[in-house]
């Protein structure tokens, strides 16, 4: 199993990021209100039908969220010209945006997340390797690993991602950068347990939060599970 040294001093906040893919796209500002008390981010997942093979949110809608909601929106682009939406998502009040390493012309990308004003934020598939990302650790507030492969929510967690984040958490130590490390994917009461003895500190969660009956429940069933974790590691 994938352990991390963390002191528990310098130990990077643990929060979920529930995932709106998997709220009812009819009452998203009933979904946002329901699960608002118990964290400060909202995870928001905008795909192109390029990069994965599905279609969702657009900046009309993040913008209409952003109306309703002082929750930090944490805009995932599984977009293949991440380059031509930075800004109008920025525009619609996205607080972070994390782009796909594999996209590309990742140092531009990151260039122009900071110019916006954004946090930046840089995704893994799970096929990716650690050396994709490790050239970027320090120009970045964020890596997510993603734990199942994009597109869908609802599939099943990839444990053999667990090293990957171990040494992105390591190397993020080693450098002394306090990195935020997100998972996404298949993450409930009982893998976010893995994930956060790994080294991951943000939580997606879509279908464990929202496919529930108590959403907010979930959130803090979800947060208690990793809590709980990190106050058993060695510092
Ligand atoms: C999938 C998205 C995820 C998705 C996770 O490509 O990036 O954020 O909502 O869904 P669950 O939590 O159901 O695996
Ligand atoms: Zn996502």
Known sequence: MATVDTAHSTAPTLRVAPSILAADFGS???AVDGISPGTDWLHVDVMDGHF???????????ASLRAHSDLFFDTH????DP?????????AGADGCTVHVEVGETAALIAQMRDLGLRVGL?????????????FLELIDLVLCMTIFPGFGGQHFMAEVLPKITRVRTAALAAGLTLDIEVDGG?????????????????VAGTAVFNREDPLGAVGGILRAATDERAGMAP
């Open 52 to 62: 994965v093979p599905n279609l969702t949110i657009g900046p009309p809608v993040v």
């Open 187 to 203: 993450i409930d009461e009982r893998t976010v347990v893995d994930v956060t003895r790994a080294g991951a500190n943000v939580f």
């Open 77 to 80: 682009l599984m977009i293949t």
């Open 28 to 30: 998203l500002a009933a």
């Open 123 to 135: 995704a893994a598939n799970p096929d990716t390797p650690f050396e994709a990302i490790e050239p």
């Open 83 to 91: 380059a031509r939406y930075l800004e109008p998502f920025r525009d």
